[in-house]
Each structure stands twice: as structure tokens, then as C-alpha cells.
Nanobody, 119 residues
Framework: QVRLVESGGGLVQPGGSLRLSCAASGSIFRIYGAGWYRQAPGKQRDLVATITSGGSTNYADSVRGRFTISRDNAENTVYLQMNSLKPEDTAVYYC?????????????WGQGTPVTVSS
């Protein structure tokens, strides 16, 4: 059974940094595309960053230059390094990973990890 476990969220002061991890376990040969999303209370879930199987990345305008998405294929883990955090970054962050399951590409979501940026 495939599982995604997120970690790394918490409370941080403005200007601080956090590193989120999303580890996939189970019958996994390779993570295909992956991404990070965030959702603030009462708001829609927005795309933060994506990374392809080849390592190409894209970022939302609001985080470009501050956040970095990366992956460790050997460990089946996706990361989101968040620097220069702002109060506007406060949200629950979710990872999404595309995995082959029974020959079908399937999207899996992490449980979400809250990030609060406040002084």
C-alpha cells in the first residue's frame, strides 16, 4: 500500500526558513511528477511548485525566488525548502505525487502539514 508522509511544518517567524518533506513508501519504483500545494483557511488550494520526473521545476509567482522544490529519487522523497517566509505563506501545505499503480498513473496526496509564519 502506497503512503505519503509529510513532515517539517511548524511555527516560524517572518524571514525564517522551513524545509518540508514528503516521503513515499510502498511498492514504488520511481516517483513521476510531484508538486506542493497550500490552502489557507477559507481559501482555495493553490499550486506552489511542481517538479517533473526529469527535474524541471515551476513555481507560483508568489514564491518564486524564495522556495525551492527538489527530489531525492533514491529515497522517493520530495522536498520544499522555504526561505524568507512571510505571514502570507501561512497555510496547510500538501504534497502531491504521481505514481504508477497497477499500470495506471495515480495521484497521491499527503496528509498536509501546517505552516504558520508569525511574530
Amino acid at each position: 500500500q502506497v503512503r505519503l508522509v509529510e513532515s517539517g511544518g511548524g511555527l516560524v517567524q517572518p524571514g525564517g526558513s522551513l524545509r518540508l518533506s514528503c516521503a513515499a513508501s510502498g511498492s514504488i519504483f520511481r516517483i513521476y511528477g510531484a508538486g506542493w500545494y497550500r490552502q489557507a483557511p477559507g481559501k482555495q488550494r493553490d499550486l506552489v511548485a511542481t517538479i517533473t520526473s526529469g527535474g524541471s521545476t515551476n513555481y507560483a509567482d508568489s514564491v518564486r525566488g524564495r522556495f525551492t522544490i527538489s527530489r531525492d529519487n533514491a529515497e522517493n522523497t520530495v522536498y520544499l525548502q522555504m526561505n524568507s517566509l512571510k505571514p502570507e505563506d501561512t497555510a496547510v501545505y500538501y504534497c502531491k505525487v504521481d505514481l504508477p499503480v497497477n499500470g495506471v498513473a495515480t495521484a497521491y496526496w499527503g496528509q498536509g502539514t501546517p505552516v504558520t509564519v508569525s511574530s
